[in-house]
């Protein structure tokens, strides 16, 4: 709930409701949109995935341009419609959920309004996660040429299992526990029980004339003593208050690496792990070596592991990530910073010997979305991280309105839910090649 929620007022006079303000004393953070004219109305219903939560006076939703406008868009709008009744209107909510609309609250009654407007929210985030779930393929500006790599997801692994119940509870754990105190003791008690185990997400090819490779971030999760899975948020920052983020990733490496030496032995030689490593690890040299060990000792082709570290690492721990480095090019392994801002060509270009892929964090890419980043911006990073021949990877991508941006500037990979959800085997991104060009026919085609 973060991110900045996009309220659209149809004919509410927001300034004398204070709708705004009363949301972000709750903790939401709102930026309303006021349009009182059929035209401003079907602009702002353009881009129908942007809404999340639509408020409009009762008297009229019923005027056939603002009824017209919200039908042309039904199947396409996650944001549900919200109807605030004047003293002398009469109309139920059942009579406005017949309409449309999920519910009609009186004006003046505030409190009601507010608790409305808060769950509706919460609804809409839902249902665009649902929505990128069951996603299948994106649709892309008729005018961009050439053409993009998306992902369908083919199972690689010895053994086929089903973990959608499984993937379902995680999802349900994520949300529940997240406000849960874990102190040390317990997360110690958790671990030494084997409740640490891996989850795999693809990191998808975003060009076509690149050769392809299967690319998986590895994920640390953490089962509780339900069996339920705690995300990295949750657990890791007590951990490190423990000093136990050495000890940590060391089992990491060494679990990631077993998964990839079978992976490419058993049919996929191609595939590359993406593995974290905190910078309070790299303040250790002991660890750091054993790090280096363990690469060097493991069966797998050389290039196959990108190790990630935190841009603040060049600073705090200069000594073992310039160690770290070093190992990792004696095996043409990768070096990628995931939190770079869009101006930081210069750091690039100073570092270029030893970074070879840098990952944009989840706030510079719905940064685009909500217009606190620019396409010129995006574009002017992709071309100096080119220019040094750093791979340029975009994390979070978790809606198809983002397509035509990061293609138009340039991305060479993705990695988000919108295309996979993180899994406990790993699975194969294929290639499938869709073409787009000024006919607006898509064709597409798996590849190998």
């Known amino acids: 709930m973060s991110k900045v929620k996009k309220i659209l007022c149809i004919y509410p006079e927001p300034a004398e409701l204070r709708i705004g303000a009363l949301l972000n004393r709750q903790g939401i953070v709102a930026d309303l949109t006021e349009v009182s004219r059929s035209e401003t109305l079907s602009s702002a219903l353009q881009q129908p995935h942007w809404w999340d939560l639509i408020l409009c006076d009762a008297s009229a939703y019923l005027y056939p341009e603002v009824t017209s406008a919200l039908d042309s868009v039904r199947d396409k709008l996650d944001a549900p419609v919200v109807l605030l009744r004047a003293p002398n209107v009469h109309l139920s909510p059942a009579d406005a959920y017949r309409r449309g609309a999920v519910d009609a609250v009186d004006r003046e009654d505030t409190e009601h309004l507010l608790m409305i407007c808060e769950r509706e929210i919460r609804n809409s985030v839902i249902r665009k996660q649902l929505r990128e779930l069951r996603y299948s393929g994106a649709v892309f500006d008729p005018e961009l040429k050439g ?226 980043a620019s396409q010129g911006a995006l574009n002017a990073f992709v071309r100096c991280a080119h220019k040094q021949g750093i791979r340029v990877i975009a994390l979070a991508v978790e809606d198809a309105d983002l397509m035509p941006m990061l293609f138009a500037a340039g991305i060479d990979a993705i990695q988000g839910n919108f295309m996979s959800m993180p899994n406990r085997d790993l699975v194969y991104p294929s290639v499938q090649r869709i073409d787009t060009g000024a006919t607006g026919v898509v064709q597409g085609h798996e590849g190998d």
């Open 147 to 372: 053409a993009v790599t998306i992902a369908t997801i083919k199972d690689l692994s010895r053994s086929v299992r089903d973990r959608l119940d499984e993937s379902a509870d995680s999802v349900d754990s994520g949300l529940d526990v997240r406000a849960r105190i874990l102190d040390q003791n317990r997360l110690k008690s958790l671990i030494d029980a084997g409740g640490l185990t891996l989850e795999y997400q693809p990191i998808v090819s975003f060009k076509s004339d690149l050769d392809h490779r299967n690319m998986f971030e590895t994920l640390v999760r953490l089962k509780d003593e339900s069996e339920r899975l705690l995300m990295p948020d949750v657990f890791l920052p007590t951990l490190a208050e423990a000093g136990l983020m050495d000890k940590i990733d060391l089992w990491i490496f060494r679990q990631a690496f077993s998964v990839l030496e079978q992976m490419q032995s058993g049919g996929a030689p191609d595939t590359i792990l993406f593995v974290n490593v905190a910078t309070e690890t790299l303040r250790s040299e002991m660890t750091v070596r054993a790090l280096g060990t363990f690469a060097s000792a493991a069966h797998m082709a050389p290039g196959s592991i990108v190790v990630e570290v935190r841009k603040a690492a060049f600073i705090e721990a200069q000594e073992g990530l310039a160690r770290l480095a070093d190992m990792l090019q004696t095996r043409q392994h990768g070096l990628l910073i995931e939190d770079p801002k869009l101006d930081d060509c210069a750091f690039l270009e100073a570092n270029s010997g030893i970074i070879t892929h840098v990952k944009l964090s989840r706030e510079t890419i719905q940064g685009l979305v909500e217009g606190t």
